[in-house]
Nanobody, 129 residues
Framework: QVQLVESGGGLVQAGGSLRLACAAS????????MGWFRQAPGKERESVAH????????YYDDSVKGRSTISRDNAKNTVYLEMNSLKPEDTAVYYC??????????????????????WGQGTQVTVSS
């Protein structure tokens, strides 16, 4: 049974930082590329970042580019999202997702939810102004 469990969310002031983690189990983690998505109240879920199997390729949404870093530790079956200079508009539930596409994802499709096979339950991030 595949499980993705996010942690690290919380309440932070604008300008602050958070490091989210997603622990995976029940899958061969190093064979999956990983993504982070978020969903704000009343809005659709949107992509945030993606990292390839070995971590060589990363992609970011323009809204977080330059402020966020996605990384992974395949020995720990964990993917991370470090976010800095947080803004109130970053407030959302953050989800991690795993994709087993054998060719991996690239700049043309990493942001598509349908490319991901497994999802976590999410962790709340609230940024106060």
């Amino acid at each position: 049974q595949v499980q993705l469990v996010e942690s690290g969310g919380g309440l932070v002031q604008a300008g602050g930082s958070l490091r989210l983690a997603c622990a995976a189990s029940g899958l061969t983690f190093s064979s999956f590329s990983m993504g982070w998505f978020r969903q704000a109240p009343g809005k659709e879920r949107e992509s945030v970042a993606h990292i390839s199997w070995g971590g060589a390729r990363t992609y970011y949404d323009d809204s977080v580019k330059g402020r966020s870093t996605i990384s992974r530790d395949n020995a720990k079956n964990t993917v991370y999202l470090e976010m800095n200079s947080l803004k109130p508009e970053d407030t959302a539930v953050y989800y991690c997702a795993a994709s087993r596409r054998w060719r991996g994802l690239d700049g043309s499709n990493w942001y598509e939810m349908r490319q991901y096979d497994y999802w976590g339950q999410g962790t709340q991030v609230t940024v106060s102004s």
